[in-house]
């Protein structure tokens, strides 16, 4: 083999190498980008340790987390704030992750909103976890008390009304178009004899039933977000 062979040949892996650099500094570059969104939280894949959020733009990023994330913390519906990684699949290693945690006053201002323009009410595929979970304790029907709420009465007036219904009987339909003519709760307490009749019955609402809802029901959570 001549030398102006060896010299071919040598020019050619030095092209080959160059371009593999090349290749492999802009997927460095790529995989290095930082990146930040805010977004609703659409899905959760515990066991991949992943999660997607959806952009108020419409774009969905699959969000890794490593091995300390508590997926205790977040539920599909969640607002978040990501920060981290963009890697060169589009998707996100995060490095910060922010909930956007409900204020204690959130079902009072749902009165001055529309929630049917919210995540659940816009998205009935996803099931609301707190909605869900009346719909199981009260062995109601979810898709009404989404229908309640998308109406209007946020998710403590809701159970407020099936608990009413289980305790009276009444058909809790009925009981929601009290609500509806203006009449406060204590008035239909009084009207079904839950209140101010006996002197057994503990006055503001029905029996076992405190400020907010059940005892397993935290206040502040009737604004639409999990």
Not at 41 to 56: A, G, L, M, P
Not at 155 to 173: S, Y
Not at 193 to 202: E, N, P, T
Request: charge should be negative; aromatic fraction near 8%; proline fraction near 5%.
């Amino acid at each position: 083999m001549n030398r102006q062979m060896y010299r071919t040949i040598l020019l050619a892996l030095l092209i080959v190498l160059n371009l593999a650099t090349i290749g492999v500094q802009k997927t460095w570059a790529q995989e290095a980008d930082e990146i930040e969104i805010v977004g609703v939280v659409t899905s959760i894949d515990e066991e991949n340790r992943t999660f997607d959020v959806k952009t108020t733009d419409g774009r969905t990023f699959i969000v890794h987390v490593d091995e300390d994330f508590d997926f205790d913390a977040i539920n599909v519906g969640d607002t978040i704030e990501v920060e981290g990684t963009l890697a060169e699949d589009g998707s996100i290693l995060a490095d910060k992750i922010e909930i956007d945690e409900p204020d204690q006053d959130d079902e009072e201002d749902d009165e001055d909103n529309d929630p049917s323009s919210g995540y659940f009410c816009q998205n009935v595929d996803h099931a609301h976890p707190f909605g869900a979970r009346l719909a199981k304790q009260y062995e109601a029907d979810y898709e009404t008390l989404l229908g309640w709420f998308c109406n209007g009465y946020g998710w403590g007036q809701v159970m407020l009304t099936l608990r009413t219904g289980q305790i009276t009987g009444v058909d809790p339909g009925e009981i929601l178009d009290m609500r509806s003519e203006g009449n406060g709760w204590g008035h239909i307490w009084q009207t079904f004899d839950l209140i101010g009749q006996r002197d057994d019955r503990q006055p503001g609402g029905p029996p076992e039933v405190r400020p907010g809802g059940p005892p397993e029901v935290q206040p502040g959570r009737g604004n639409g977000r999990p």
